[in-house]
């Protein structure tokens, strides 16, 4: 399997839950509204013998006229349109931005038109239901009507090499991923496993649905990952995008 990390760069982010971009030594934190945070965003292209995968769909920034998440996918030698499954951890806008557009004759089209969506389906009515700056309107839109989406609940594989489980600790239906093949363990754990750091401390975060929920999951996938020597994948860590123990 390769794995590329598809970096789209720092940004900060308020209470308003708008996503801001920021430049590492030029940009200057404090002239951001009081209570910014800075946050890297970066998903994550697998490719394995049966699949191109995508983990997460990033803001929906354009860069010129072209998606972000589309340029980053070129620039890794690839193209949207090759693309075969979205796996999505959950819907918040910065997870989900990327799933869809809009063309010039107003309508709602994928990004990924070769590919299919998996998401959790009482997340997606979740997102529908209870609307919030936290979440794309559009995205839910789009998945709800959208002939090639797989709607998934609880626990589970998908082609008999990915494993999907209900985490619920980010978000009250976030989901988490295992790609196994040829003895191979790629994890990748959205917005519960963001950062190398979190997995390494204890820490409750409070933009969590269930922050104990989240820190215990984290140790537990950290020990099993590193005795198994899984390669995690961190959403929102540009610096460490993946970690296998010894490497």
């Given at each position: ?13 308020d ?99 070769n ?43 998908i ?16 989901q988490?991923?295992?790609?196994r ?42 020990e ?24």
């Amino acid at each position: 399997m390769q794995i590329f990390p598809l970096a789209e760069g720092v940004f900060t982010v308020d209470r308003t839950k708008v996503f801001m971009p920021f430049i590492l030594g030029k940009d200057q934190l404090q002239e951001r509204p009081v209570g910014s945070l800075l946050v890297e965003v970066q998903p994550f292209l697998v490719q394995t013998s049966r699949d191109l995968i995508l983990l997460d769909t990033g803001l929906g920034f354009r860069e010129n006229s072209q998606l972000q998440i589309c340029a980053n996918i070129e620039n890794a030698g690839f193209l949207a349109t090759d693309v075969t499954k979205v796996l999505l951890s959950h819907l918040h806008k910065d997870h989900a931005g990327g799933i869809c557009f809009i063309n010039e004759f107003g309508e709602i089209k994928p990004v990924f038109p070769n590919a299919t969506y998996y998401v959790n389906e009482k997340e997606l009515s979740f997102s529908l239901e209870k609307p919030s700056s936290s979440y794309v309107a559009t995205s839910g839109i789009f998945l709800g009507s959208y002939e090639n989406v797989q709607l998934l609940n609880g626990d589970g594989f998908i082609d008999g090499y990915i494993e999907y489980r209900l985490s619920g600790g980010h978000a009250p239906f976030h989901q988490v991923f295992w790609i196994r093949e040829n003895g191979a363990i790629i994890f990748y754990g959205g917005d519960e496993a963001p950062q190398l750091q979190q997995m390494k401390n204890k820490i409750i975060a409070k933009y969590d649905f269930n922050g104990r929920l989240s820190m215990q999951m984290r140790q537990a996938w950290w020990e099993q990952g590193n005795s198994e020597n899984w390669t995690f994948l961190f959403y929102h860590d540009v610096k460490t995008p993946l970690y296998q123990k010894g490497s």
